[in-house]
């Protein structure tokens, strides 16, 4: 997450680091003392009963969201360092070393990042989808769907009278404006419309296999460089239109296989 500067600035970004992590280790100073301060009061003693307790069990619960929240600009810039009872923690935010932040803090401006580039971390063969999956995650961005799923290799029951091995994998899938493009570790699929559950899967071909009379009817563009290697694909649309001959892309593909 840290970006590492140009060395000339380096000062400067050590400076405003240095002064980040002293104002946020002075606020959360100032909660954590309101926090004892209404934890300490005599309600709350008693037992912790009564409409007066309520109210100050309530205020603390803020508090502790206020910390929660605070201690999410925390980069943890010391580490984590060991405290009484063995736990290590974070002397500027208090957070165990370890313990998922339950919120996450991203800038307004500037380049996001949340996680990093997770890979399957076991060639062992899982029982299951469910253990078997490291990552499954997902972001609404501006209208634009990413989703991220990434799981070791596992044994899978959809074909129930022929149990499969599905080998370990990284999928990023991209959806925006019904088109969706899938990437993993083997092909970079484009799809210009969602596959329905029950809905018979489409046909495929290589492009050298379909006839020349219905491969003119893809709006499909190769690129290619001057040595002959294939460098990008280029699918149109017509405006308003999902793909320009989406209408007959099925019938084709149904006769190419025939
Ligand atoms: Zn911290």
Redesign the pocket.
Known sequence: MALSPPCRFGKLWDMKKEAAKQRLKREIAAVMRSMDFVSGHPSLAKGGRGREAALYAGIYQQLALAWEHL?LQ????DGFKKKRGGVRC??????VEGMEAPWLLLPRRGAKAIGQRTRPTSAETFASKTTATVLDDAIAFHGAKLRVAVANPYRSDLFRDLPITVAAHRTVTLSEDGFECGIDEHMVRLRTEPRRPKAEPPFGAFLSEIPSKVLKTFPVMVEYDRRGRLVGLCLFRAPGKRVESAAGNGKAGRKAKA
Do not use: E, I, N, S
Not at 90 to 95: D, K, R, T
């Open positions: 201690a925390c980069r943890h810039w974070c002397p500027v935010c208090g957070l």
